[in-house]
């Protein structure tokens, strides 16, 4: 089954935010932000602004009939700069008029003073000026001083990951269109239509109520619109409220790129402890996450990260703790994956500066440490159906990796400027919000007179096919043919109080609701059948629009059995609610069991590294991954395939740049490179592992939509493991992403 707007995409039929219809009399707004980093304004001269033909109005903090505040987690974060500006792009005024063009000359018109203020854009820098957003969080497990006493091998070292730019290919924006008394419907490209709703509500002072947001679909999100679409849904209503004129705000790529946050960077140091076994007995990490210049979601990636800070591993001993430093940059925000990359990356750098020191290839010292059935996570919760070493086994049989290998080695012999390297890389990722209140989700179910179905749920869809998921759980639970089944927008008057289709946990959440609703009605369909046929419930099934009765097929359809329950006054709508079950955790003592399950998987990447250039090519990803029983196989594949492409992109490529000023300089696509198809692996095999599947996954099918980005990982380590085969004085440095530029440096390191 493919993705069902795959056809409409490719005719350009699918309808964005910016494709809306536009009522008469719409307006355009476009953002006034801070040309300074860090500051106090002095003083700002709209006059000129104001003056040009066109211009309707330029809207401030003062114009904000509620509060001036839209954080999510922490009130840390003004929509409109006031006295302070804390980062370039910060938004300080609203330009208001009859076209966008208008609008950016009265932009330019602007006059504003900042008095300038230290700026600081290292998360470190941060720390060490106690600048942070958020307390620290630790886990802890075992204890370490006592364990790496124990140890055989002590290492200490520091790893960089920078941040990563979302590159959705919609960019932000929301059209808001007053309606009656007083109420406003925004159109916006939002993953957390409720999060909108909410704070444009607190933003106006009125309440949820008369805010409608309907999100048909996005052009791409990966976590950059769970937060930080709502500013602009906000400014646009703050306009249609005032102005009493539906206003329309979509930022251009630049406007884009510098107002907006992105994956956070981390800086962190770690120490590892080894047995001669290779075991690790010990692991303490210090992560320093550059969360920008306000909280934003900055803790719970925080959190994510300590989550993931052991990847697959069972350690007996761990101590982690992250702090969230305050930068004068935008507020870095989520990104596939949710700090859990960042966090992976530096258990895997440890492992390979061990393996540098102990001279073995790392995948000895990996394979001894997988966790197994009934470790203990740090954080408390025991691994149930743990399949790290099943997929790690499966891709050494699958793919030959021991000759794979063994070639490898003797390419490297024969070839003096040209050399490969590989790496495997083992996933294992938790699925649910770690913060358990937010695992619900509802789902609401029409079936109209005549048979076809409508079904409302909280899910948004933004290209990871959830509501083909939605429309083939609805079809399969009541019987009928998708043809006969539509997934409506996702509304807040239809579905309200929703958690942000995140955290790769929709389609169980939501699936689950449409379940637990189609179940409901289903019921009472056969209920009608089993009266018009003579018999009970138990011998009716539906399938395929037919009515059977003890497996025989009867004469009664889908659409006639719907009209019957129409005559008998039987209700054919249902509202199904759903909160995974079993799941908590406990903050106080930084222990639980937050996950409904974990994810598994293994890569195996081979790399071609040119010696003389720094340039290097990715030969093959070859990955055993843990779908449960994919429900839409072709669709996840998808998933898998480009979400390692993006993880690529953000270990070797994707390369963001602040100078000491607080400027972006990959402020553009022509100094910002994604992986496009020649960055890609020249091939990529993607090999279901063999399982049950978990019954807290939606019809068993795990989530898919973030865990196989961090097989990406594993490039960075193949290129260094060329690298050191070209230069053994290389000492393993972990800097990503690892642009050409610095591996030419590292292969001529001495
Ligand atoms: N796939 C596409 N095509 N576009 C996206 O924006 N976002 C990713 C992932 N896959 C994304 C995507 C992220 S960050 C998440 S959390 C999940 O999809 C969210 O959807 P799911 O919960 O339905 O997997
Ligand atoms: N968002 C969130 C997420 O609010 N909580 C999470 O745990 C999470 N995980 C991954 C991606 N987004
Ligand atoms: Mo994804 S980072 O949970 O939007």
């Known amino acids: 089954m493919k993705n069902k707007d795959s056809y409409h995409h490719l005719r350009g039929e699918s309808l964005f935010v910016d494709d809306v219809n536009v009522q008469q009399g719409t307006l355009h707004a ?86 300038e203020l230290p700026v600081v854009t290292g998360a470190k820098e941060a720390f060490d000026k106690n600048l942070f957003v958020a307390a620290p969080r630790a886990f802890t497990l075992g204890d370490t001083s006592k364990a790496f006493d124990a140890c055989d091998m002590v290492i200490e070292d520091s790893v960089f990951s920078n941040g990563q730019e979302h590159l959705y290919l919609e960019t932000q924006g929301a059209y808001a269109v007053p309606q009656e008394q007083g109420n406003i419907k925004i159109y916006s490209s939002t993953q957390g239509p409720t999060a909108v709703q909410k704070m444009t509500a607190q933003v106006l002072g009125i309440p949820m109520h008369k805010i409608e947001v309907d999100v048909n679909r996005l052009g791409g999100g990966f976590g950059g619109k769970e937060d930080q679409a709502t500013p602009w849904a906000v400014m646009a209503s703050l306009a249609a409220f005032v102005l009493k004129k539906p206003v329309k705000l979509i930022l251009n ?168 390297g590989y790496a495997l890389m083992p996933i294992c990722f938790g699925i649910s919000f770690t913060n358990t209140p937010m695992n619900h989700a509802r789902a609401l179910v029409h079936i109209y007179q005549d048979g076809s179905v409508g079904v409302s749920t909280g899910a948004v869809e933004m290209g990871q096919s959830v509501n083909t998921k939605m429309l083939k759980v609805t079809a399969l639970e009541l019987g009928i043919t998708i043809d006969k089944v539509k997934i409506e927008t996702t509304n807040t008057t239809r ?123 990715i030969d093959d990803v070859s990955l055993v991954h843990d779908f449960g029983k994919s429900m839409t196989l072709g669709i996840d594949t998808g998933q898998v395939e480009g979400a390692l492409v993006q993880g690529i992109g953000w270990m070797t490529m994707e390369e963001i740049g602040f100078d000491k000023n607080g400027r972006l300089q990959s402020n553009a696509l022509s100094t910002y490179k994604v992986p496009d198809i020649f960055a890609a692996p020249k091939t990529i095999h993607v090999q279901p592992l063999e399982t049950t599947g978990h019954e807290l996954a939606i019809m068993k099918s795990k989530a898919v939509g973030e865990p196989p980005l961090m097989y990406g990982i594993g490039t960075y380590f193949a290129i260094q493991n060329a690298i050191k085969a070209f230069n053994p004085n290389y000492k393993k440095v972990f800097h990503a992403p690892y642009t050409p530029e610095k591996v030419l440096v590292d292969l001529y390191d001495k």
């Open 495 to 617: 579905v309200a109080n929703t958690s942000p289709t995140a955290a790769s946990a929709t389609a169980d959440l939501n699936g689950k609701a449409v379940q637990i609703a189609t179940k409901a009605l289903l019921n009472r369909l056969k209920t009608v059948a089993a009266s018009l046929l003579n018999t009970s419930e138990e011998n009716i099934f539906i399938e395929g629009n037919c009515i059977y009765q003890n497996n025989v097929k009867t004469a009664i359809t889908w659409e006639q059995l719907v009209a019957e329950a129409m005559l008998r006054r039987v209700a054919l709508t249902e509202n199904g609610h759903y909160a995974t079950p079993e799941i908590h955790f406990d903050k106080r003592k930084e222990k639980g069991h937050p996950f409904a399950y974990h994810v598994y998987g293994t890569a195996f990447t081979t790399v071609t590294v040119d010696c003389i250039r720094g340039t290097y090519d």
């Open 253 to 420: 790529r630049h406007d884009d790129m510098r107002m907006t946050g992105k994956r956070h960077p981390y800086e962190s140091t770690f120490k590892i402890g080894l047995d001669k076994d290779y075991k690790i007995k010990a692991f303490e990490v210090y992560f320093y996450q550059n969360s920008g210049a306000a909280a934003d979601l900055s803790p719970a990636i925080a959190e994510r990260t300590l989550f993931h800070a052991t990847n697959s591993y069972f350690i007996p001993n761990v101590s982690t703790t992250v702090y969230n430093c305050k930068t004068n940059l935008p507020p870095n925000t989520a990104f596939r994956g949710f700090g859990g990359p960042q966090g992976m990356f530096v258990i895997e750098s440890a492992i390979q500066k061990a393996a540098e020191q102990l001279q073995v290839p790392a995948y000895k010292i990996q394979e001894q440490n997988l966790i197994q059935e009934n470790d203990s996570f740090s954080y408390g919760q025991i691994a149930k159906q743990a399949l790290a070493t099943k997929s790690w086994k499966t891709s050494f049989d699958s793919f030959a990796i021991p000759s794979k290998i063994a070639a490898i080695n003797t390419f490297n012999k024969a070839n003096k400027t040209i050399k490969k």
């Open 30 to 115: 476009l953002v006034f932000d801070s040309s300074k980093a860090h500051g106090t304004i002095k003083h700002i001269d709209y006059s000129a602004a104001l003056a040009v033909p066109g211009v309707i109005r330029i809207l401030t903090a003062e114009n904000i009939p509620g509060k001036n505040q839209i954080g999510g987690i922490i009130p840390d974060e003004p929509l409109f700069a006031t006295n302070q500006v804390h980062f370039m792009g910060q938004p300080i005024a609203l330009i208001v008029a009859t076209s966008e063009r208008i609008a950016k000359k009265a932009r330019a018109c602007i006059k504003i003073t900042i008095d």
